[in-house]
């Protein structure tokens, strides 16, 4: 039979260690976001400069106003296209790394409460006849705890998907945006 501070240390001992665990996977996920962040960015950059170098070779060669009127006009739209596609892929990683966090942050939670639960039973069992009211406030502390993490859980993920459909809104307006530059630009 185990005392009562020593259930209690131990399971101390293991919530610090599952936080630790739980620290250490969010701070991975969180260098994986970077890293896919920087290739994203670093990739525009590469090919933005190679873009141009190849509109400036053809702005160049450019001889009269005609030209120049149908060059910016072809110009507009790929440029459109292409700020549309990088603001979908850095949604992408944005939601991705959120999910990631939030999967991560639920199984630790669920863990814990399993063991806090554990922990309870075995407190009752243990228990000096007349301690059944504290267990109970112990056991509806926890579910309260539960009910409040569920709704923060909920609440989270809704402003996330509003994010996300925000996000989404504004690169489709910005895309209709461009193409009625370009066809503007075209006329």
């Known amino acids: 039979m185990f005392s009562l501070p020593e259930e209690f240390s131990a399971a101390t001992k293991n919530h610090f260690e599952a936080q630790l665990a739980m620290i250490t996977t969010l701070t991975n996920k969180a260098f994986e976001s970077i890293e896919k962040l920087v290739d994203l960015n670093m990739n525009v950059v590469k090919a ?33 296209d292409k700020a549309m596609a990088y603001n979908r892929h850095l949604a992408t990683i944005a939601s991705t790394t959120q999910a990631e966090f939030t999967k991560t942050a639920e199984a630790q939670i669920a863990e814990t409460n399993r063991k806090m639960l554990e922990l309870i039973e075995q407190v009752t069992k243990n228990a000096p006849a007349g301690s059944e009211q504290m267990v109970t406030m112990m056991k509806s502390a926890l579910s309260n705890a539960n009910a409040g993490y569920e709704q923060l859980t909920k609440t989270t993920k809704q402003a996330v998907e509003t994010i996300e459909s925000n996000l989404n809104n504004a690169v489709t307006q910005f895309s209709r945006t461009a193409e009625k530059s370009a066809a503007q630009a075209k006329k």
């Open 48 to 80: 933005s400069l190679e873009e141009s170098t190849i509109a400036a070779q053809k702005l160049m060669a450019v001889k009269n106003p005609q030209e120049l009127m149908a060059f910016s006009s072809t110009q507009a739209q790929p440029g459109a």
